[in-house]
């Protein structure tokens, strides 16, 4: 980080599409996302509140984007750190263009999957408590 400057982005969203799988030219796979964050706009003329939606384009690369690649889904809500980006490229006719896009550096998967029915166990009063798994019998494919 350079003194006195800070470039430092944090979203909590859900995507708007499963995550799109990519190779840089070196051959670095990263994962594109199309992540949406929401927030109450102004009131209207008759006291109103419209949902804004904001979406943004986020990239993963690494150990981050494999982790998207295999458990993020359209609908998954994210929670996303980075830092702002912005390329310079030439279209078809030579024009400049630019994209502003989000690097992540850090991702955590808030829920569950979108579509999982996951029940959660209730004791009952009056009922012995379920005995606690022991921590060598998780099956996890959860890296984290």
């Known amino acids: ?12 969203g859900r995507l708007g599409q499963d995550p799109e799988q990519r190779a840089t030219a070196s ?17 209207d003329g008759q006291g109103k509140r ?8 986020v990239v993963l690369f690494g150990t981050l984007a494999a982790n998207a690649l295999q458990y993020l889904v359209k609908g998954s809500q994210v929670y996303i ?4 980006r912005t390329r310079k490229w030439q279209d078809q006719s030579g024009a ?13 998967f808030i829920g569950s999957k979108p579509g999982s029915s996951q029940q959660a166990a209730t004791h009952q009063p009056n009922q012995p408590s379920p005995s606690p798994t022991p921590v060598d019998d998780f099956d996890d ?3 984290f």
């Open 96 to 108: 400049d263009r630019y994209s502003t896009e989000i690097v992540g550096t850090e991702m955590q």
């Open 50 to 57: 419209q949902n804004q939606t904001e979406w943004h384009r």
């Open 141 to 143: 494919d959860i890296p």
């Open 1 to 12: 980080m350079a003194r006195g400057t800070v470039n430092k982005v944090i979203l909590l």
């Open 27 to 43: 051959g670095t796979q990263l994962a594109m996302l199309n992540l949406a964050t929401n927030e109450l706009g102004p009131k």
């Open 81 to 84: 750190e980075g830092r702002l």
